[in-house]
């Protein structure tokens, strides 16, 4: 009796298995990877987005009279900033999540906070801008009696 060459149906078997497996495998860590990224992603969209809005209200206050000494907090009540140039007013705000002003989303915000100090004839400002959990604050502190 001459034996064939070839496969038996017991090795296509456990072949086919093993490749499907792998397979299976490869698939799982492919979209693991890309849910990882997308997340990713969208965080680095948030912060990016933050810190343009905080750049943004930087040159804002310093275009603007100053602000007197004290605390801020943004919110659904207009924080309004009396341009130097003259002109309308700029009404600063925090609702559902989003900072605007002059009609345009400015970024994403939990709570953007500002403190105005005086010291030695100069007028401070820091400014807390907290992004949604789990990314970090952003802070910025500067002299506003200085133009851009």
Same mark, same amino acid.
């Given at each position: 009796?001459?034996?064939?060459?070839?496969?038996?149906?017991?090795?296509?078997?456990?072949?086919?298995?093993?490749?499907?497996?792998?397979?299976?495998?490869?698939?799982?860590?492919?979209?693991?990877?890309?849910?990882?990224?997308?997340?990713?992603?969208?965080?680095?969209?948030?912060?990016?987005?933050?810190?343009?809005?905080?750049?943004?209200?930087?040159?804002?206050?310093?275009?603007?009279?100053?602000?007197?000494? $004290?605390?801020?907090?943004?919110?659904?009540?207009?924080?309004?900033?009396?341009?130097?140039?003259?002109?309308?007013?700029?009404?600063?705000?925090?609702?559902? $999540?989003?900072?605007?002003?002059?009609?345009?989303?400015? $970024?994403?915000?939990?709570?953007?906070?500002?403190?105005?100090?005086?010291?030695? $004839?100069?007028?401070?400002?820091?400014?807390?801008?907290?992004?949604?959990?789990?990314?970090?604050?952003?802070?910025?502190?500067?002299?506003?009696?200085?133009?851009?």
């Amino acid at each position: 009796m001459t034996r064939r060459r070839g496969w038996t149906l017991l090795e296509l078997s456990v072949a086919s298995g093993l490749f499907l497996l792998l397979v299976a495998c490869a698939t799982m860590t492919f979209v693991s990877y890309s849910r990882t990224l997308l997340g990713l992603q969208r965080e680095g969209d948030h912060i990016a987005r933050g810190a343009h809005g905080l750049e943004n209200l930087q040159r804002q206050i310093l275009l603007s009279h100053s602000l007197p000494v $004290g605390n801020y907090t943004l919110g659904t009540e207009p924080l309004r900033l009396r341009p130097l140039a003259g002109g309308s007013l700029t009404e600063l705000t925090l609702a559902a $999540g989003n900072v605007t002003w002059s009609g345009r989303v400015q $970024g994403v915000a939990n709570r953007v906070a500002l403190r105005v100090w005086r010291e030695s $004839g100069h007028n401070y400002v820091r400014v807390e801008w907290e992004l949604p959990p789990p990314l970090p604050m952003l802070i910025s502190a500067f002299d506003a009696t200085v133009l851009p």
